[in-house]
């Protein structure tokens, strides 16, 4: 018996869990779809993606899930024998390791909170990540570092793709646009300088991106808005 | 006589209004609400995240935990005493059983996904309107999941087989009454709760649900456009 296939959806509609997607051995479930038999179903809140014969769903929320050389913005949380252990805004701690923080000598014994102190911010990068997801971090390479100063704000880490933009497109913009020190982590966390109105103008911008992520023509979108709200600077 | 006309004037095989909205809580990482005639449920969904103490935690997968409670002032006059009872605690963990079967949480080995249902308003079907705000929640929370949920409330009412009853039909004297609250995972059509109060014959009972399976259709469209409606354009 031969059924013939079929798609029932659009490139990027809005799918929720059980969704039938396609029907068929025509398409191949991706990330995010599950196939039962012939069918192809959702299994997250999200958009589809098809690329050829592959269905994806890109979710539309969900908490950060730790992947392999994302660079990410923790708080130090808590301080031991061998590092520091990092809140990574996902359901997991990370730790930073001495060995991994710095290529200064430390000697042993000494007091790590000169270092990085409880409740300190860091741009970190993840070194390692385990099926039990223990993750470890780095700070020694170009770009990590503490943060001091700024503010962190918090946003749905699955919109961070299109905070940043093809290229860091968007970002930049924002950045050229206000004149802020902007770091973006994967995880959803966002450090900001700059002064006190610009720094409110991009977060108004990171906000509406987020609201609006799943909207087509949003770099046009965003360029309008920015250069509207600019005169008020 | 027997139950000729239903006390609200609904056909026998017709739910009350229902309606449902997503992500009605922004602390929490999923929420929703709820509601099928004057039951009225909030769900809120926290995690994945940590899960204290230790010894819960589950190294091959992570663990759903829900709980159920009614509002103080949620019943019909008298007080509800608030916090954990023998019934809220049995509710609580029908939910959760109802659930997992659609969740998916072998990403979040040692981690927890907390569900917390709140209800402002009860006239019966308490626990169907739990899982249903749940499962949105869920959902909008983000959590892989193969399916949603829907559940209701069957029964019979002196001689007539019916679909979701409301207090005054629960409370029925004249008649033998059953209530069998069931819920449904589409895909598949399973039934992931069966509980039943009352007296009912097998023939009866299977005739109910499969009334039950034939509603349940108008409940999931009802989830899914919730789910669908958080992300129109609003322009």
């Known amino acids: 018996m031969t059924h013939k296939s079929a798609l029932f959806v659009k490139d990027k509609d809005v799918v929720v869990p059980g969704e039938h997607l396609a029907q068929g051995m025509d398409y191949l479930p991706g990330l995010g779809t599950y196939r039962k038999g012939e069918v192809i179903l959702a299994e997250r809140l999200g958009l589809i993606n098809l690329e050829g014969r592959a269905i994806r769903v890109i979710a539309?929320?969900?908490?950060?899930?730790?992947?392999?050389?994302?660079?990410?913005?923790?708080?130090?949380?808590?301080v031991t024998l061998n590092g520091w252990r990092i809140e990574t805004n996902?359901?997991?701690?990370?730790?930073?390791?001495?060995?991994?923080?710095?290529?200064?000598?430390?000697?042993?014994?000494s007091d790590l909170t000169k270092i990085f102190a409880l409740g300190d911010y860091v741009v970190a990068k993840i070194v390692n990540v385990t099926s039990q997801k223990l993750i470890d971090l780095t700070t020694k390479a170009p770009g990590l570092k503490k943060l001091t100063g700024g503010r962190i704000i918090k946003v749905n880490p699955n919109k961070v793709p299109r905070i940043i933009g093809k290229q860091g497109s968007m970002i930049s913009m924002i950045k050229d646009t206000t004149g802020c020190k902007i770091t973006?982590?994967?995880n959803g966390l966002i450090w900001l300088d700059g002064e006190p109105k610009s720094e409110v103008l991009a977060i108004k911008t990171i906000r509406k991106i987020e609201d609006e992520a799943h909207l087509s023509g949003l770099t046009d979108k965003i360029k309008l808005y920015l250069e509207e709200q600019k005169k008020d600077l | 006589m027997g139950y000729s006309q239903r006390f609200d004037g609904r056909k026998f095989d017709e739910i009350r209004p229902i309606e449902a909205k997503a992500g009605v809580i922004k602390n929490a990482d999923g929420s929703a609400f709820?509601?099928?005639?004057?039951?009225?449920?909030?769900?809120?969904?926290?995690?994945?995240?940590?899960?204290y103490p230790k010894f819960m935690q589950d190294p091959s997968k992570g663990i759903l935990r829900c709980n159920y409670s009614m509002m103080p002032f949620s019943g019909q006059g008298d007080r509800v005493r608030p916090g954990q009872n023998r019934r809220?605690?049995?509710?609580?963990?029908?939910?959760e059983k109802a659930l997992l079967p659609v969740v998916d949480l072998v990403d979040f080995p040692n981690a927890v996904v907390d569900v917390f249902i709140e209800l402002p308003q009860t006239d019966a079907g308490s626990r169907?309107?739990?899982?249903?705000?749940?499962?949105?929640?869920?959902a909008d929370a983000g959590i892989p999941m193969r399916d949603l949920v829907a559940a209701v409330s069957v029964g019979k009412v002196h001689d007539k087989v019916l679909v979701d009853l409301d207090y005054n039909e629960e409370a029925y004297e004249d008649g033998p009454v059953a209530d069998v609250p069931i819920a449904i995972i589409p895909s598949t059509e399973e039934i992931s709760l069966?509980?039943?109060?009352?007296?009912?014959?097998?023939?009866?009972?299977?005739?109910?649900?499969?009334?039950?399976k034939k509603v349940i259709n108008q409940i999931i469209e009802v989830q899914r456009k919730a789910l669908k409606d958080k992300y129109i354009v609003k322009d």
């Open chain 2, 128 to 138: 169907c309107a739990g899982i249903c705000a749940a499962s949105i929640a869920l």
């Open chain 1, 60 to 78: 539309l929320s969900g908490k950060y899930m730790p992947k392999l050389n994302d660079v990410m913005i923790g708080k130090v949380v808590d």
């Open chain 1, 184 to 186: 973006v982590g994967q």
């Open chain 2, 88 to 95: 809220a605690r049995e509710i609580s963990m029908v939910t």
């Open chain 2, 34 to 51: 709820f509601r099928i005639g004057k039951t009225t449920a909030y769900a809120a969904v926290y995690g994945p995240r940590d899960l």
């Open chain 2, 194 to 212: 069966l509980q039943m109060d009352g007296e009912i014959s097998k023939e009866e009972l299977l005739e109910a649900i499969a009334l039950g």
């Open chain 1, 90 to 109: 996902s359901a997991y701690t990370a730790m930073l390791s001495i060995k991994d923080a710095t290529s200064e000598f430390i000697s042993r014994g």
